[in-house]
């Protein structure tokens, strides 16, 4: 049978934002820069260029602005060429045509479960990807995240969730994998998964791959997430509904290449904002001197 290839993906966008408070009071953290640009951007434009067709972007009542973000502004656009800011104004009409990108709200805040299950009409029988906006990855030297799990998807025709190593006093904030010590030929970073743990204690971990943000799942895990109960925090977690897909389907785990930022966190916000800015242009020498100038006060 021909694999269906994988052109649909979800973003859950409808979290709180509490670590970020009081900031995201009034602004959504997927819409906090990272430099310049929004991290919501980022992952879509990670989607697309890993040949994404469709996005979903699960919201709540409050992400108004994100929407927004990724819609034409006529009257911005025209002020621009008014203005004769020509490249501004190609870029904000580039952000709008990046993808076809709809929109569901999660009523209620049950977990991610429950918001990749807000997209089932959506997706419908085919396989899709799924992006945590909290997790944004660069690979400058090859292909996305993203399309690294694609590949891997269709050499194997199964659901891949991406990992990467994280340190043993960290395994606790994550899903950790338990890979098989089976090698799949020709696909190092390709593991069998037997079984996973969200947020271990260290001492239980079954080993330091954790799943950052990135999934391409077959259709079939919409039929767990429909019966799954409350997991960790009282929430529906996709990690268990995966769990109980792996007793009836193969499970892979890809160990994808890329440096991965958990903005999320304030701290990986910052690092990403600095390395961003040390990569632009218009900012590397001014960033530099400075940080140079910071490092000597210290």
């Known amino acids: 049978m021909l694999k269906k290839p994988v052109k649909k993906a979800v973003i859950p966008a409808a979290g709180l934002g509490t ?3 009081p900031a995201t009071k009034a602004i959504p953290k997927e819409m906090l820069p990272i430099v ?6 980022y992952i879509v434009e990670e989607a697309v260029e890993s040949g994404i067709e469709e996005i979903l972007i699960i919201t709540n009542s409050n992400k108004h602005c994100m929407e927004n973000h990724f819609d034409k502004n006529y009257e911005l656009e025209a002020r621009l060429l008014e203005s ?8 904000i009409n580039r952000i709008a ?9 999660q009523k209620e805040p049950k977990g991610l479960g429950h918001a990749i299950l807000c997209a089932k009409s959506f997706i419908g029988r085919d396989p899709f990807a799924v992006l945590l906006g909290d997790d944004v990855v660069i690979n400058e030297n090859g292909e996305p995240a993203l399309k690294q799990l694609i590949n891997a998807y269709e050499k194997i025709g199964a659901s891949v969730v991406g990992v990467q190593q994280v340190p043993e006093d960290q ?27 969200e947020k271990p204690k260290t001492e239980d971990a079954p080993s330091n791959l954790a799943v950052l943000g990135r ?6 895990i919409f039929d767990y997430l429909e ?15 995966i769990k109980r ?13 890329g440096v991965r930022y958990d903005v999320g966190d304030k701290f990986g916000f910052i690092k990403a904002t600095v390395d961003f800015a040390l990569k632009r242009e218009d900012l590397r020498e001014p960033v530099t001197r400075y940080i140079k100038e910071l490092a000597e006060s210290l």
Do not use: C, W
Request: proline content about 3%; cysteine-free.
């Open 19 to 21: 670590r970020f408070l």
């Open 36 to 41: 310049d640009i929004p991290t919501i951007q």
């Open 84 to 91: 004769g800011k020509q490249e501004e104004a190609d870029m």
């Open 97 to 105: 045509s990046m993808a076809n990108i709809y929109y569901v709200r």
């Open 171 to 197: 395994v606790h904030k994550y899903g950790i994998v338990a890979p098989s010590l089976h090698q799949i030929a020709g696909a190092s970073r390709l593991k069998k998964l037997y079984d996973m743990v």
């Open 215 to 220: 999934y391409v799942l077959k259709p079939e």
């Open 227 to 241: 019966t799954q109960g409350a997991g960790a925090g009282g929430e529906i977690q996709l990690t268990d509904a």
């Open 245 to 257: 897909l792996m007793y009836t389907q193969t499970v892979y785990a890809y160990d994808f290449e």
